[in-house]
């Protein structure tokens, strides 16, 4: 902003919204100043970087307020979760996934966790073929965005719904 921008020549937009063109730094300053206004670099990234005449406490304040109205309008992605034994039963598990695909369908992304109690860690292919199964039965529909990974005495992974992707980048 004013006497703090670094950049040689500039790209200058008026206080009217009109473009003035390609200005030196010198040039710049002297017609914000004649207009009684702030030179506020707005694209610093571009070649040569975009500044703009504008008033900087009002500018600041619709930037900000901007902001803050986008903020509330995202809505942060949860990450829910399902925890199973490894000795679920089909009805169970069927009901678990019922669940679990009402939170991928409200976008959400499911982390399932398998629980290997006692002797159950000696036979660890148990749950593989189990978190298999459950990817399986889903098919296409969802996404593994983490796969099955064994932590202690829990195999857990996360799936999202492919349609969310379309929706939350």
Known sequence: MNQAIRASNLRVIGDNGQQLGVL???????????????IVVVSPEANPPVAKIVDWGKYNYQRTKLLKKNRAKSKPLELKQMRL??????????????KVRNFLEAGHKVKITLIYRGRELAHKEVGDKLASRIIEDFGDTVVVDQAPVFAGRQLSFVVRSKSAKAKNP
Request: hydrophobic letters at 40%; zero cysteines; proline letters at 0%.
């Open 85 to 98: 034994g490894l000795k679920i039963s089909s009805h169970d598990l069927d009901v678990k996934m019922t």
């Open 24 to 38: 030196t730094r010198a040039e710049a300053l002297e017609a914000a100043e004649s207009a009684g206004l702030d």
